[in-house]
RNA sequence: GGGCGGGUAGCUCAGUUGGGAGAGCGCCGGCCUUACAAGCCGGAGGUCACAGGUUCAAGCCCUGUUCCGCCUACCA
């Protein structure tokens, strides 16, 4: 067998296995800091360094990879900038999950060796997402490969937070904040995942101070009340009388705390008394500060009171609210509890509840920067696709708070503030200082949070490009083309990125923002471990290969709505795989000597079928392009899908086949070889396998590039190769209109021998009557096609005329159809088939008949319109005409036999 | 509470400015036709969630209802 020629079966993982390799090795991934090409970049959204290949990174990585490889073959200059993420939260459990095996922990290491574990494990595993990400074909820069912990990206985040902090926009101070107990550490508002619980309404009687009664508080966490500093009443709240000046007496505390008035409490709430704890609750605390009262923690870092909760301390938070409940029914001051739904926080990493804690944090002031971001989406520097990720993008933006960046952890990047022992200066700088410039003191102390780790995602489209240094890279990808993202970090990341970016850039970090689905279980279920639910990536890669799995992703990718994978869909897409192969191997066996640049100086005479691919091929290859630009990656693929099945490979190599073949299509005499019909479908059939296969690339990149190597006439890698542009020389109006005819012309008959069963092996006379001189000489110059697609012994083609005898009949467009069923035909069976017909044409007679009789519609309509629906009723009036006339014959027929 | 998306064939979904309801899979029937049975040929199957409205004309535009999903929110 020649190496031309490719094996039966393709072997995905031996090839993918060898042109990733091969990629590599030549460089192909590789964008030029300087280049006379146009630049077009995209940074990966950094997967974390703890991660392993999931579908969502499968997804988005895929998309990524399209849009990359495509832009390449159209000659930009294209970098696609890779990297990971330190991860700070989880990357630090994953680690001191590891320490606890060992029966250590973090505190018993200290906080530099910890780190170092950290950075031995990074060395160690961190580099398993890459890889995998290598397995899905991605063609990342990879000498590029930035990690958000790296020296480089270090600096960039310590000149951000220094500026920040110059410019008043980074603070520091006492406020409550979302507390994970279990990670010990501070976390922003959307770390914060909030479910509905199905908790109760603790109503607990505050004692008055002075006299009975008392007033009736409503909570749903009564272990807070241990912290509580007073109780709130509505000044408008005509219930409690004149409150003014009354104390109450604190339950199990007996501390005696003032009743204030403060319109925030909602008087229709409960009993309409709101029991205040500053320092365990964000409004409480607001109306704490308002009022000047003291904010008393009674829980600990650790999720258990502490000292301040008297004979409470050392309880765990939720054993504590049983004791609590237990004690104030002791002394009869537990009035009631009703079942409340309301929504508790979860931290995103753990799950542990949330507890809202007053600490000293770092925040970064947000508005100043959103409303630079909130502005490059109105003008339209940055285009949010789909649209309708703007709107949720403007309400975000317009109720955003301040970011609190500061995490209590020891893996991140540690704030670079440091304060002095002696005279409690702050100092924030890049380096440390050497002493302090306010009393010249030598014992300064570092800060010990380190940043949240989104504070440097945030940089990343400039940081990984070298920034704060003005970098070539910069200078020539900066601003990214489009960031490639799933709608959950929108905010998370997205949004951050465009205040920074345009902060410290001044210029939007991207052009495109294009926002993808989700990738969800066959029934439409977020994927999760817990549910047990998952794909493995890496599964269906061994399974079906990359190249199918790419292109389900990329067929499922419409817009707006979330993808529903399952092992099916993906097996029908590798059938799809197996039809491209096979497609090519047909075509090489028939291309193995072919020398497509001698051929290709004098190509003449092309046939109807070259001349119908050809056009065919430029219209798909314009679709594909709109498709990609506009993202509409579904609409890409499909389209490529449906070409290459029932376009290349159902009609146009069935075509080709007798000329390949030497089955006749030749001249009389002519013999295959050297004719010139024979090369010149050898080249269209060569060129189109080419362009096919360049349009493909970018979508399943080994399967191509595998067939393009044994592609005769084919240099180097099919990356380098051009994506094929429209080209409207090839544009064949006449030609499309012929096939058309053709295809429909066969698509009857075909119907004829299904319907009658009739077995492919029985060869058939056919008779076509038209009026039309053109379409009869477009049949009776390609006769051969329906002859050889219909399997004919002959076809006829005349003028209307006599009705042959025993005959099944059908119509296509102005044309009859009669395919000769002698001493086969089933009288029967043809009325049937016929009454079914001639229903079917009645009802849309029926519609088009209702519309002509309108007067309104005649009226109103665009002529355009009322001229279509009167000549489809022409149309479809002959087409039953003559459908009855055939009718009545059969039945003649019938009744003689 | 607010916001967003969705409801089209048995399943998963397309359907670009309103003007002839589509695909893939599945199903039924016929074929081992020399690229491919992971295939070829043919076929059946839909009141476009429901109710109104605008229009000559609605899957598409408007209003309401309902069901599902997601995001977001400080009523203790």
């Given at each position: 067998?020649?190496?031309?020629?490719?094996?039966?079966?393709?072997?995905?993982?031996?090839?993918?296995?060898?042109?990733?390799?091969?990629?590599?090795?030549?460089?192909?991934?590789?964008?030029?800091?300087?280049?006379?090409?146009?630049?077009?970049?995209?940074?990966?959204?950094?997967?974390?360094?703890?991660?392993?290949?999931?579908?969502?990174?499968?997804?988005?990585?895929?998309?990524?990879?399209?849009?990359?490889?495509?832009?390449?073959?159209?000659?930009?200059?294209?970098?696609?900038?890779?990297?990971?993420?330190?991860?700070?939260?989880?990357?630090?459990?994953?680690?001191?999950?590891?320490?606890?095996?060992?029966?250590?922990?973090?505190?018993?290491?200290?906080?530099?060796?910890?780190?170092?574990?950290?950075?031995?494990?990074?060395?160690?595993?961190?580099?398993?997402?890459?890889?995998?990400?290598?397995?899905?074909?991605?063609?990342?820069?990879?000498?590029?490969?930035?990690?958000?912990?790296?020296?480089?990206?270090?600096?960039?985040?310590?000149?951000?937070?220094?500026?920040?902090?110059?410019?008043?926009?980074?603070?520091?101070?006492?406020?409550?904040?979302?507390?994970?107990?279990?990670?010990?550490?501070?976390?922003?508002?959307?770390?914060?995942?909030?479910?509905?619980?199905?908790?109760?309404?603790?109503?607990?009687?505050?004692?008055?101070?002075?006299?009975?009664?008392?007033?009736?508080?409503?909570?749903?966490?009564?272990?807070?009340?241990?912290?509580?500093?007073?109780?709130?009443?509505?000044?408008?709240?005509?219930?409690?009388?004149?409150?003014?000046?009354?104390?109450?007496?604190?339950?199990?505390?007996?501390?005696?705390?003032?009743?204030?008035?403060?319109?925030?409490?909602?008087?229709?709430?409960?009993?309409?008394?709101?029991?205040?704890?500053?320092?365990?609750?964000?409004?409480?605390?607001?109306?704490?500060?308002?009022?000047?009262?003291?904010?008393?923690?009674?829980?600990?870092?650790?999720?258990?009171?502490?000292?301040?909760?008297?004979?409470?301390?050392?309880?765990?938070?939720?054993?504590?609210?049983?004791?609590?409940?237990?004690?104030?029914?002791?002394?009869?001051?537990?009035?009631?509890?009703?079942?409340?739904?309301?929504?508790?926080?979860?931290?995103?990493?753990?799950?542990?509840?949330?507890?809202?804690?007053?600490?000293?944090?770092?925040?970064?002031?947000?508005?100043?920067?959103?409303?630079?971001?909130?502005?490059?989406?109105?003008?339209?520097?940055?285009?949010?696709?789909?649209?309708?990720?703007?709107?949720?993008?403007?309400?975000?933006?317009?109720?955003?708070?301040?970011?609190?960046?500061?995490?209590?952890?020891?893996?991140?990047?540690?704030?670079?503030?440091?304060?002095?022992?002696?005279?409690?200066?702050?100092?924030?700088?890049?380096?440390?200082?050497?002493?302090?410039?306010?009393?010249?003191?030598?014992?300064?102390?570092?800060?010990?949070?380190?940043?949240?780790?989104?504070?440097?995602?945030?940089?990343?489209?400039?940081?990984?490009?070298?920034?704060?240094?003005?970098?070539?890279?910069?200078?020539?990808?900066?601003?990214?083309?489009?960031?490639?993202?799933?709608?959950?970090?929108?905010?998370?990341?997205?949004?951050?990125?465009?205040?920074?970016?345009?902060?410290?850039?001044?210029?939007?970090?991207?052009?495109?923002?294009?926002?993808?689905?989700?990738?969800?279980?066959?029934?439409?279920?977020?994927?999760?471990?817990?549910?047990?639910?998952?794909?493995?990536?890496?599964?269906?890669?061994?399974?079906?290969?990359?190249?199918?799995?790419?292109?389900?992703?990329?067929?499922?990718?419409?817009?707006?709505?979330?993808?529903?994978?399952?092992?099916?869909?993906?097996?029908?897409?590798?059938?799809?795989?197996?039809?491209?192969?096979?497609?090519?191997?047909?075509?090489?066996?028939?291309?193995?000597?072919?020398?497509?640049?001698?051929?290709?100086?004098?190509?003449?005479?092309?046939?109807?079928?070259?001349?119908?691919?050809?056009?065919?091929?430029?219209?798909?290859?314009?679709?594909?392009?709109?498709?990609?630009?506009?993202?509409?990656?579904?609409?890409?693929?499909?389209?490529?899908?449906?070409?290459?099945?029932?376009?290349?490979?159902?009609?146009?190599?069935?075509?080709?086949?007798?000329?390949?073949?030497?089955?006749?299509?030749?001249?009389?005499?002519?013999?295959?070889?050297?004719?010139?019909?024979?090369?010149?479908?050898?080249?269209?059939?060569?060129?189109?396998?080419?362009?096919?296969?360049?349009?493909?690339?970018?979508?399943?990149?080994?399967?191509?590039?595998?067939?393009?190597?044994?592609?005769?006439?084919?240099?180097?890698?099919?990356?380098?190769?051009?994506?094929?542009?429209?080209?409207?020389?090839?544009?064949?109006?006449?030609?499309?209109?012929?096939?058309?005819?053709?295809?429909?012309?066969?698509?009857?008959?075909?119907?004829?021998?299904?319907?009658?069963?009739?077995?492919?092996?029985?060869?058939?006379?056919?008779?076509?009557?038209?009026?039309?001189?053109?379409?009869?000489?477009?049949?009776?110059?390609?006769?051969?096609?329906?002859?050889n697609l219909a399997k004919l012994e002959a076809l006829e083609i005349t003028l209307p005329g006599e009705r042959p005898a025993s005959c099944a009949t059908s119509i296509f467009g102005n044309s009859t159809i009669f395919v000769s069923l002698k001493g086969?035909?089933?009288?029967?069976?043809?009325?049937?088939?016929?009454?079914?017909?001639?229903?079917?044409?009645?009802?849309?007679?029926?519609?088009?008949?209702?519309?002509?009789?309108?007067?309104?519609?005649?009226?109103?309509?665009?002529?355009?319109?009322?001229?279509?629906?009167?000549?489809?009723?022409?149309?479809?009036?002959?087409?039953?005409?003559?459908?009855?006339?055939?009718?009545?014959?059969?039945?003649?027929?019938?009744?003689?036999?």
């Open positions: 067998m020649s190496s031309h020629l490719l094996n039966k079966g393709y072997d995905p993982k031996e090839a993918e296995r060898r042109w990733y390799a091969y990629w590599e090795k030549e460089g192909l991934f590789a964008a030029a800091d300087v280049s006379d090409k146009e630049p077009f970049s995209i940074v990966i959204p950094p997967p974390n360094v703890t991660g392993v290949l999931h579908m969502g990174h499968a997804h988005n990585n895929t998309l990524q990879d399209i849009l990359c490889r495509y832009r390449r073959m159209q000659g930009y200059n294209v970098l696609w900038m890779p990297g990971t993420d330190h991860a700070g939260i989880a990357t630090q459990n994953v680690v001191e999950k590891g320490l606890a095996e060992e029966g250590k922990d973090r505190h018993s290491l200290g906080r530099e060796e910890f780190v170092k574990r950290v950075w031995q494990w990074r060395e160690e595993y961190g580099g398993l997402i890459i890889k995998q990400l290598k397995h899905l074909g991605a063609s990342c820069d990879w000498d590029r490969e930035r990690f958000t912990m790296d020296e480089g990206l270090s600096k960039a985040v310590r000149t951000v937070f220094v500026k920040l902090y110059e410019q008043g926009l980074i603070y520091r101070g006492d406020y409550i904040i979302n507390w994970c107990p279990r990670c010990h550490t501070a976390l922003s508002d959307l770390e914060v995942d909030h479910e509905d619980h199905n908790g109760h309404l603790y109503y607990i009687r505050y004692l008055f101070e002075k006299g009975e009664h008392g007033i009736v508080v409503a909570t749903t966490r009564p272990e807070t009340m241990l912290g509580d500093t007073a109780v709130a009443i509505n000044p408008n709240d005509k219930r409690y009388g004149d409150l003014n000046k009354k104390r109450v007496i604190l339950p199990l505390m007996n501390r005696v705390i003032p009743v204030i008035l403060d319109e925030y409490v909602d008087m229709s709430f409960g009993t309409g008394a709101l029991k205040i704890t500053p320092a365990h609750d964000p409004h409480d605390f607001e109306i704490g500060r308002q009022h000047n009262l003291a904010s008393i923690k009674v829980i600990g870092g650790d999720g258990r009171m502490n000292e301040q909760a008297g004979r409470f301390q050392g309880q765990d938070r939720f054993e504590c609210r049983e004791a609590v409940l237990e004690a104030l029914k002791a002394e009869g001051l537990l009035e009631k509890i009703e079942p409340y739904q309301h929504s508790v926080g979860h931290c995103y990493r753990c799950r542990t509840t949330i507890e809202p804690y007053l600490s000293k944090q770092w925040f970064v002031k947000v508005k100043p920067l959103a409303e630079k971001a909130i502005n490059a989406v109105k003008t339209g520097a940055v285009r949010i696709i789909p649209d309708t990720w703007t709107k949720t993008y403007f309400e975000w933006m317009n109720n955003i708070k301040d970011w609190c960046i500061s995490r209590q952890i020891w893996w991140g990047h540690r704030i670079p503030a440091w304060t002095c022992e002696e005279c409690g200066e702050m100092i924030v700088a890049m380096e440390p200082p050497k002493a302090c410039p306010s009393c010249k003191g030598k014992t300064l102390v570092q800060e010990t949070d380190v940043l949240d780790t989104w504070f440097s995602s945030a940089l990343w489209p400039f940081s990984t490009m070298g920034w704060p240094d003005e970098t070539q890279a910069l200078k020539t990808f900066y601003p990214t083309s489009v960031l490639v993202t799933g709608f959950d970090i929108l905010f998370f990341w997205v949004a951050r990125m465009m205040m920074m970016g345009l902060h410290f850039m001044n210029e939007v970090p991207f052009k495109d923002v294009y926002i993808h689905a989700l990738v969800r279980d066959a029934e439409g279920k977020k994927m999760s471990k817990s549910k047990g639910n998952v794909i493995d990536p890496l599964y269906v890669i061994d399974e079906f290969g990359t190249d199918a799995f790419r292109f389900t992703l990329a067929a499922f990718a419409a817009q707006g709505r979330d993808i529903k994978l399952s092992e099916d869909r993906i097996e029908g897409y590798r059938h799809f795989i197996n039809k491209l192969w096979n497609a090519a191997r047909f075509s090489l066996m028939h291309l193995s000597d072919f020398r497509p640049d001698e051929t290709g100086r004098d190509i003449k005479g092309l046939s109807l079928a070259d001349r119908w691919i050809m056009s065919r091929l430029s219209s798909v290859a314009g679709t594909v392009k709109t498709r990609l630009d506009e993202y509409k990656f579904n609409e890409a693929a499909n389209t490529l899908y449906q070409f290459v099945w029932h376009e290349l490979c159902d009609w146009y190599l069935e075509m080709i086949k007798p000329v390949l073949y030497g089955n006749g299509a030749l001249s009389e005499g002519e013999t295959k070889a050297g004719s010139s019909r024979y090369e010149t479908t050898r080249f269209i059939l060569w060129s189109a396998l080419n362009k096919t296969l360049r349009l493909l690339h970018p979508f399943i990149p080994f399967v191509t590039e595998e067939i393009w190597d044994k592609l005769p006439g084919t240099r180097g890698s099919i990356m380098n190769a051009e994506f094929p542009a429209v080209d409207k020389g090839r544009y064949d109006v006449e030609a499309e209109a012929s096939m058309d005819l053709l295809m429909g012309i066969t698509g009857r008959i075909r119907n004829i021998r299904g319907e009658m069963n009739v077995p492919p092996s029985l060869q058939l006379e056919a008779i076509v009557q038209s009026a039309e001189s053109d379409v009869r000489e477009t049949l009776d110059e390609h006769r051969d096609i329906i002859i086969i035909v089933d009288f029967k069976a043809e009325q049937v088939r016929l009454d079914k017909e001639i229903a079917k044409i009645s009802k849309e007679l029926d519609v088009v008949g209702r519309k002509l009789s309108n007067e309104d519609f005649l009226a109103k309509a665009p002529q355009e319109v009322v001229k279509k629906v009167r000549e489809k009723r022409e149309r479809l009036e002959e087409k039953r005409n003559k459908l009855q006339e055939n009718l009545v014959k059969i039945k003649q027929l019938a009744d003689d036999a």
